[in-house]
């Protein structure tokens, strides 16, 4: 995870061992991680179910908000991948019944957006 990235606000790819651990309490019996990023104290999940945003708040961060996401609520979604001079990606989707703004996280160039979708793309599918 690289510094530069967490001080612009971009998302990186964190070690899926170390969420496991911090996160098992969260997950269904036959639920495991399939990819993880961190976003300063935050957390994107993806789960072989679902779609878990851990968002830590107040000074101490000992205060945390989980927003649980199920795939099938997720109506759409896009990429926007990083140009020559930009320095960062964005995903958005939208989620059935949250109204009309999209959820949006934005990615550090050197993480791959795709994956990402890929993940979404494969659990929206289903």
């Known amino acids: 995870m690289?510094?530069?990235?967490?001080?612009?606000?971009?998302?990186?790819e964190v070690d899926l061992d170390?969420?496991?651990?911090?996160c098992q309490k969260l997950l269904?019996?036959?639920?495991?991680i399939?990819?993880?990023?961190?976003?300063?104290?935050?957390?994107?999940?993806?789960?072989?179910?679902?779609?878990i945003l851990v968002n830590k708040q107040g000074v101490t961060g000992?205060?945390?908000?989980?927003?649980?996401i199920?795939?099938?609520k997720i109506t759409h979604f896009f990429i926007e991948t990083a140009g020559n001079f930009e320095i960062e990606s964005e995903l958005k989707f939208w989620i059935a019944g949250m109204g009309q703004d999209p959820i949006k996280?934005?990615?550090?160039?050197?993480?791959?957006?795709?994956?990402?979708q890929s993940v979404l793309t494969q659990?929206?599918?289903e």
């Open 2 to 12: 690289g510094l530069f990235d967490e001080l612009m606000g971009n998302a990186s």
């Open 18 to 22: 170390d969420v496991r651990e911090e």
């Open 28 to 32: 269904a019996p036959d639920e495991t």
């Open 34 to 51: 399939e990819q993880a990023y961190s976003l300063l104290r935050d957390k994107l999940l993806f789960t072989n179910l679902r779609l």
């Open 62 to 68: 000992k205060k945390v908000e989980f927003h649980s």
């Open 70 to 72: 199920p795939y099938n």
């Open 105 to 116: 996280l934005t990615f550090g160039k050197d993480q791959d957006v795709y994956k990402v």
């Open 123 to 125: 659990h929206i599918s």
